[in-house]
C-alpha cells in the first residue's frame, strides 16, 4: 500500500524565514498531489494542488514542488508570519482515493 | 459559501451506546467521505460513498457503518461503541469526477468512556 511520510518533527521558525515541509511517498505516482492546512480541532482546509505533469505551483506567498523522480513534494511558505502555524498535511490521489501523511506541525516564532 | 457541516462537535459516549455522526454539505457533491484521525496516524479512511444508497468500504470500515439516504447527507454509525473508537471524525465531499480539492467539515470529537 501506499506510505507517505511528512517530517516527523515539528518544524519551528523565526518569523520572515521561509518554512519547508517535505512530502514523500512510495510506490507508483500520483495523479495528483494536495496540500492542506489543519488548524487545532479543525477540519483540514485545501491550499494547492499540483499535477503529475507539473514541477511547480505558486499561490501568494505558496510555492509548491512535485518531483516524481525523487517521490517528493516540496511545499514552501515564503515570509513567514505567525498565522502560518498550522498543521500541514500533504495528500496523493490515485483515481477516486486519497491518501494523506500524517502531518507536520509549523510554529512561526515571532 | 460552501460548507460541510458535522452534527456534533463534541461527544461523549459510553462503551456499548449506539452513536450516529451526521454531515451535511450544501455543495450538490456526489462524492462523501468519512474519515478518523489519531495523532501519528493521519488521516484514515472509514467509508465513501459515491452516490445515494451507494457505500464503499475504506481502509478501516470494522466496527462502523454508514447511511446515505439523501444526496446533502452522509452518516456514520458506531453500532457498539468502544473505547478505541475515541477519535477525531471528520467527513468531506468532493464532485463527481474530481479528485482534487476536498471539502472538510469542522470535525467531531468523539470520546468513549
Known amino acids: 500500500s501506499q506510505k507517505i511520510e511528512q517530517n516527523s518533527e515539528a518544524l519551528n521558525i523565526q518569523e520572515g524565514k521561509t518554512a519547508t515541509l517535505t512530502c514523500n511517498y512510495t510506490n507508483y505516482s500520483p495523479a495528483y498531489l494536495q496540500w492542506y492546512r489543519q488548524d487545532p480541532g479543525r477540519g483540514p482546509v485545501f491550499l494547492l494542488l499540483i499535477r503529475e505533469n507539473e514541477k511547480e505551483k505558486r499561490k501568494e506567498r505558496l510555492k509548491v514542488t512535485f518531483d516524481t523522480t525523487l517521490k517528493q513534494s516540496l511545499f514552501h511558505i515564503t515570509a513567514s508570519q505567525p498565522a502560518d502555524s498550522a498543521t500541514y498535511l500533504c495528500?496523493?490521489?490515485?483515481?477516486?482515493?486519497?491518501?494523506f501523511g500524517t502531518g507536520t506541525s509549523l510554529t512561526v516564532i515571532p | 459559501d460552501v460548507k460541510v457541516t458535522q452534527s456534533s462537535r463534541y461527544l461523549v459516549k459510553r462503551t456499548g451506546e449506539k452513536v450516529f455522526l451526521e454531515c451535511v454539505q450544501d455543495?450538490?457533491?456526489?462524492?462523501m467521505f468519512w474519515y478518523r484521525q489519531d495523532p501519528g496516524l493521519g488521516l484514515r479512511l472509514i467509508y465513501f460513498s459515491y452516490d445515494v444508497k451507494m457505500k464503499e468500504k475504506g481502509d478501516i470500515p470494522e466496527g462502523y457503518s454508514v447511511s446515505r439516504e439523501k444526496k446533502e447527507r452522509f452518516s456514520l454509525i458506531l453500532e457498539s461503541a468502544s473505547t478505541n473508537q475515541t477519535s477525531m471524525y471528520l467527513c468531506a465531499s468532493i464532485p463527481q469526477g474530481s479528485y482534487n480539492e476536498q471539502f472538510f467539515g469542522p470535525g467531531t470529537r468523539l470520546t468513549v468512556l
Open positions: 495528500a496523493l490521489t490515485y483515481g477516486n482515493q486519497f491518501y
Open positions: 455543495m450538490d457533491h456526489e462524492n
